[in-house]
Nanobody, 123 residues
Framework: QVQLVESGGGLVQAGGSLRLSCAAS????????MGWFRQAPGKEREFVAA????????GTADSVKGRFTISRVNARNMVFLQMNSLKPEDTAVYYC????????????????WGQGTQVTVSS
């Protein structure tokens, strides 16, 4: 069982930056691939970025490539999403998720989810 708690969301102007954090419970955190997803009102949940258990494999959605960076620190049971050059279209609830298998871009690949943190980018 893994429990995930996101933090770091907020209101930021376009062009600004935010760093999201996801704290995981459990001693087996390092065995899980981790991902970030987001969901805007009226839209489906979409993949943002993911990282393998070792950090050696990373995937990033084209819409955020070059602006967002995912990272993890297994010793602290933490995963991060650094978001730079934010745009109004990045506005969404951002979710952290854990997968007991390899990371993927589809939500059904993930076994555990956090409650989400709101990111709002004003123009």
């Amino acid at each position: 069982q893994v429990q995930l708690v996101e933090s770091g969301g907020g209101l930021v102007q376009a062009g600004g930056s935010l760093r999201l954090s996801c704290a995981a419970s459990g001693r087996t955190f390092s065995r899980y691939a981790m991902g970030w997803f987001r969901q805007a009102p009226g839209k489906e949940r979409e993949f943002v970025a993911a990282i393998s258990w070792s950090g050696g494999s990373i995937g990033t959605a084209d819409s955020v490539k070059g602006r967002f960076t995912i990272s993890r620190v297994n010793a602290r049971n933490m995963v991060f999403l650094q978001m730079n050059s934010l745009k109004p279209e990045d506005t969404a609830v951002y979710y952290c998720a854990a997968s007991a298998t390899n990371w993927g871009t589809q939500p059904d690949r993930y076994d555990y989810w956090g409650q989400g943190t709101q990111v709002t980018v004003s123009s």
